[in-house]
């Protein structure tokens, strides 16, 4: 028998990418139940500021705020960075960003302006985003194949591809 | 005797043109007036939806709104796109997003995600963004060399350089 999906991307992660990726996903969860698009974030902190020891502290976490807002900015992972608010470079510089889809160009760039060194994707089977770029400028990039995330994205593509096309600025294939 | 320095880049620009920068100059000047970081943007396309003989329009404008609102992620080009709302891909495709500084990453990033064929830019005397990367993924990138946008940018950084550097995720040079 395998083991359930969950418990297999879950039980090989760090306390603090499996918090990052649990909150992410959470958030992501909560967009789906709101009709929202389910792409979730959160950008954490390996300790808290001048607390070296400390546990793993999120310091913002979001969700795709398409439907929801109205908003064409709001993915994920700028929504985590909004959710954070303003911040000191030295900050981002020893933050991790957790996503639950591989990132949009918007949202590769936010984590180039704010040189945030590491980003944790939980799927791109969905859609692959700027991580070479990313990797190409020095970001550490990691690639979850999170069994959870690829369903739920799945699903809501299947579900909504209008308002998916439409978060990536693409033309639905039906009308291309 | 030279001209004022803005009569020189407003009488040679299109008619298209000179609305986008002077709408865009407008934000950053409201922005400065508030206290905020003087960048803005706007997005115009060339005749209303559906009128081809229609004069151009602007869609959105907006400002940096870090100050204002305690965002990180409303730059003059994302606050010009939240402002426009949900498009459809197709209308993206014919903008042109006209910004009175060079993009950060992730403003160049938002310009790729919506694939908006045209940037118009009002300086890079002062901060220099991803306008090679926007290039080699075939955006027709225009750089003006406005006097006003240089003009009040430079202000800006000499008052306030420490929201300055905060807003492109620097480390201030006096900290460094
Ligand atoms: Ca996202
Ligand atoms: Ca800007
Ligand atoms: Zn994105
Ligand atoms: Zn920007």
Redesign the interface.
Known sequence: MTPPPTSSTSSSLSPQDALGLRTALAAARKSYAEGGVPIGASLVLPHPPGEPSGAPVVLGQGHNS?VQL????LHGE?AA??D???????V?RQATMYTTLSP???????I????IPRLVIGEHHNFVG?EE?LRSRGVDVVVLDDPECIDLMERFIREKPEEW??D????PPAQQ
Do not use: F, H, N, Q
């Not at 180039?112 to 040189?115: G, H, I, S």
């Not at 990536?168 to 033309?171: A, D, H, K, P, T």
């Open positions: 398409r109205d908003s064409p900015i700028t960075l909004l954070a608010g303003r911040l000191k470079a030295e981002y949009c160009s918007m949202c590769s760039g936010a180039l302006l704010y040189k700027d770029l096309y439409e990536i600025g693409e033309v």
